[in-house]
């Protein structure tokens, strides 16, 4: 038997009492990334005892699958984030569902094969450059078994925050990146990427696109718009809060990482707070 936890279904339920943080990653996995993985993400646990998740869409391009397999060995989600991640961005805005079955579904075979993960396990898309092309993508998920979507950004419902719902009716989110889906697609879930504040009140979906931010020496100030942003979610609706970023922000910038890793110590700590993957596989036994 098979269950599968969607992390909204959960979260819907609890609005009330618990806050969901999905920290992710993106790109290829490789020798350099790796470890600042390790050190910031590994052996940590919610306070009711499980291990704490994180989700990472990994492309093609720089992916060692050996440590794609470690890190969902590890506990740790892993999405499509496309085989070839390619410029130009309007490839993404202009692809065909074929192309995007080559990228996506396709995509999913192969990681499945080289990092020696349950086909099942694969679940979720990041589209790249958060570059969505209409109804396409979640025709795909939809077609091809798949559950998600993160590729969504919200600049209008971020306070109070957009909890993740499913196409069953056609979405009113609003579109930062044209075009995105109009139609109904029934069972496909949007996991909104819930945009934070910059120190401007400039929105942005990754951490690292943020423009208007603490100096990336002050560790303390870092640490405080990270609080600062998880706030508007804690203190409020509770929508889930995602830290989305890429690797090469937090090993660049120490005093970020120093803020990202004490950020994490923090909601390891609170009894009401769980850091989770988008999706979990339990295997049949
Ligand atoms: C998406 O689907 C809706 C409903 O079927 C349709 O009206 C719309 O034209 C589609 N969008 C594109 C870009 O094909
Ligand atoms: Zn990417």
Not at 1 to 7: P, Q
Not at 66 to 81: D, R, S
């Amino acid at each position: 038997m098979k269950w599968i936890i969607v992390l909204a279904l959960v979260g819907a339920a609890l609005a009330d009492s618990e806050e969901f943080v999905t920290v992710t990653f993106d790109d290829g996995v490789n020798v350099n990334n790796i470890l600042t993985y390790r050190e910031t993400l590994y052996n940590r646990r919610n306070t009711n005892g499980c291990p704490a998740g994180a989700t990472f869409y990994v492309n093609h391009e720089y992916t060692n699958y050996q440590l794609v397999n470690e890190l969902y060995n590890n506990g740790f989600e892993i999405a499509l984030h496309s085989i070839s991640h390619q410029t130009p961005q309007t490839y993404w805005q202009e692809a065909t569902y074929d192309d995007l079955v080559k990228e996506l579904a396709d995509q999913r075979v192969q990681m499945s094969h080289f990092a020696n993960i349950p086909f099942e396990a694969l679940s979720g898309v990041r589209i790249p450059f958060l570059q969505l092309g209409g109804n396409t993508s979640f025709q795909i998920i939809k077609d091809y078994g798949l559950t998600y979507d993160c590729s969504w950004p919200t600049i209008s419902y971020t306070n109070p925050g957009l909890w993740p719902y499913t196409l069953d009716y056609a979405s009113i989110q609003d579109c930062p990146v044209r075009p995105c889906p109009t139609a109904s697609i029934p069972g496909v879930w949007v996991q909104p990427m819930v945009s934070w504040s910059d120190l401007n009140a400039f929105p942005c979906a990754f951490v690292d696109a943020c423009i208007f931010i603490p100096d990336r020496d002050d560790a303390d100030a870092w640490y405080r718009f990270i609080v600062a942003n998880f706030e508007r979610h804690y203190l409020n609706n509770r929508a889930p809060f995602g830290f989305y970023v890429h690797e090469w922000y937090i090993s660049a910038n120490p005093a970020v990482k120093q803020a990202f890793v004490r950020f994490l110590d923090l909601i390891n700590n609170l009894n009401d707070v769980f850091m989770v993957r988008f999706y979990h596989h339990e295997p049949s036994v």
